[in-house]
């Protein structure tokens, strides 16, 4: 079955860009979306098919997907930004990856 | 306001069973592919089920099939879980979820609800 790895945790110091990994068997060739999880609340969909952005996302986030590795990534880092952020395909049923913690210092 | 409202949650011993019910406000469920979505505490999200817009097709996970239901009531806008036979290994917050799917494409969750919490220990 198809597996997405994420790194367990990133950190960013404030204003800076946060790069989150999503690393998958040649996941350039699929769609790859991102969500964002703040603690006790529902995720939020901050980035779909690769790069683009739902309506309210801030233009600080943005993604890319290539050969095994998708990236999220996230300029100006602010404290607000801190959350768990997960990466999902669709490999014939919905995958997603473990989770990646961010902490803005 | 376009939002999903999760409820049915609550403690129940292994074996037994729940019913889990979310309200859709500011779209139609019927027109929409519907899922539910859990996550474990401290773990990662595992999508649960889906039934499709229309004819209202349906598909589980492995690891709820023949356990779980997934249905809509078109009258209530309302999408329905009931779930059977529950494990401890069930225990998780489930998110009821919209979906866009795009055929044979992709499928991502556009619309989460707050979710509800189903703890499964005796």
């Known amino acids: 079955s198809y597996e997405l790895t994420q790194p367990l945790s990133v950190s960013v110091a404030l204003g800076q860009t946060a790069r989150i990994t999503c690393g998958g068997n040649?996941?350039?060739?699929?769609?790859v979306h991102w969500y964002q999880q703040k603690p006790g609340q529902a995720p939020v969909l901050v980035i779909y098919?690769?790069?683009n952005r739902p309506s309210g996302i801030p233009e600080r986030f943005s993604g890319s997907n290539s050969g095994n590795t998708a990236t999220l990534t996230i300029s100006r880092a602010q404290a607000g930004d801190e959350a768990d952020y997960s990466c999902?395909?669709?490999?014939?049923?919905?995958?997603f990856g473990g989770g990646t913690k961010l902490t803005v210092l | 306001e376009v939002q999903l409202v999760e409820s049915g949650g609550g403690l129940v011993q292994p074996g037994g069973s729940l019913r889990l019910s979310c309200v859709a406000s500011g779209f139609t469920v019927s027109t929409n592919y519907m899922n539910w979505v859990r996550q474990a505490p401290g773990k990662g999200l595992e999508w649960v089920s889906v039934?499709?817009?229309?004819?209202?097709?349906?598909y589980y996970a492995d690891s709820v099939k023949g356990r779980f239901s997934i249905s809509r009531d078109n009258s209530k806008n309302t999408l329905n879980l009931q779930m059977n036979s529950l494990r401890p290994e069930d225990t998780a917050v489930y998110y009821c979820?919209?979906?866009?799917?795009?055929?044979?494409?992709?499928?991502?969750?556009?619309?989460w609800g707050r979710g509800t919490l189903v703890t499964v220990s005796s």
């Open positions: 040649n996941i350039g060739s699929k769609n």
């Open positions: 999902q395909v669709w490999d014939s049923r919905v995958v």
């Open positions: 979820v919209r979906s866009v799917d795009i055929y044979t494409v992709t499928r991502y969750f556009d619309l």
């Open positions: 039934i499709y817009s229309g004819g209202g097709s349906t």
């Open positions: 098919r690769d790069t």
